[in-house]
């Protein structure tokens, strides 16, 4: 993430709010981490939108994005189940 800003941290939310770009990388589970098993989404934001690209060729990802939401969000959510 570069020139992050906006943090939010408790027990349920780790949040930035703004960020110039952000990089999300993995390598394909199971495989060897070598670059070739590299996956990566990159959003770049620009004064006018937020260019987003990608190399993950397995399936079509959804890179539309919306410059009104956080740059980065991992939420946490705990379920109370009731036994009947």
């Given at each position: 993430?570069w ?6 941290l408790n ?11 952000v990089?999300w990388e993995w390598?394909y ?5 070598t670059?070739?098993n590299r996956?990566?989404?990159d ?10 690209s990608?190399?993950?060729d397995s399936f079509?990802?959804n890179?539309k994005t919306?410059?009104t939401?956080?740059?980065?969000e991992i939420l946490?959510?705990?379920?109370n189940?009731?036994?009947?």
């Amino acid at each position: 993430m570069w020139f992050p800003s906006g943090l939010t941290l408790n027990n349920f939310v780790f949040q930035i709010e703004d960020a110039q770009r952000v990089l999300w990388e993995w390598f394909y589970y199971g495989r060897p981490k070598t670059p070739a098993n590299r996956s990566f989404y990159d959003f770049v934001k620009t004064p006018e939108t937020i260019v987003a690209s990608s190399n993950v060729d397995s399936f079509v990802p959804n890179l539309k994005t919306d410059s009104t939401l956080p740059a980065a969000e991992i939420l946490s959510m705990r379920i109370n189940v009731k036994s009947p």
